[in-house]
Nanobody, 124 residues
Framework: QVQLVESGGGSVQAGVSLRLSCTFYGRAFSSYAMGWFRQAPGKEREFVASISWSGGSREYGDNVKGRFTISRDDAKNMVNLQMNKLQPEDTAIYYC?????????????????WGQGTQVTVSS
């Protein structure tokens, strides 16, 4: 059974950077594609970024492209999300997700395992 635990959220000013981490508890992390999604109050869960099982492919949501970077560390069973130039509209709960697949999922429905989320609040 896989469990995901996010960390690194917080309250920051606009323009600064923040790094989220997700620790994967379970077996065969290296065979999982990993993703980050976010959900703001009253809105649907939104795709942020995903990375393939090998780390060779990445995909980003249009709202974060060029500012956020997803990476994985298979030695530590972790996936990270480096968020630069944060804006108030980035305020949301950020969720880590995992799926055992060799494809590169980007939809909420393509991921079976989810973390509890970590709050990111960006003030102007």
């Amino acid at each position: 059974q896989v469990q995901l635990v996010e960390s690194g959220g917080g309250s920051v000013q606009a323009g600064v950077s923040l790094r989220l981490s997700c620790t994967f508890y379970g077996r065969a992390f290296s065979s999982y594609a990993m993703g980050w999604f976010r959900q703001a109050p009253g809105k649907e869960r939104e795709f942020v970024a995903s990375i393939s099982w090998s780390g060779g492919s990445r995909e980003y949501g249009d709202n974060v492209k060029g500012r956020f970077t997803i990476s994985r560390d298979d030695a530590k069973n972790m996936v990270n999300l480096q968020m630069n130039k944060l804006q108030p509209e980035d305020t949301a709960i950020y969720y880590c997700a995992a799926e055992s697949t060799h494809s590169l999922p980007v939809l909420v429905t393509e991921f079976q395992t989810w973390g509890q989320g970590t709050q990111v609040t960006v003030s102007s």
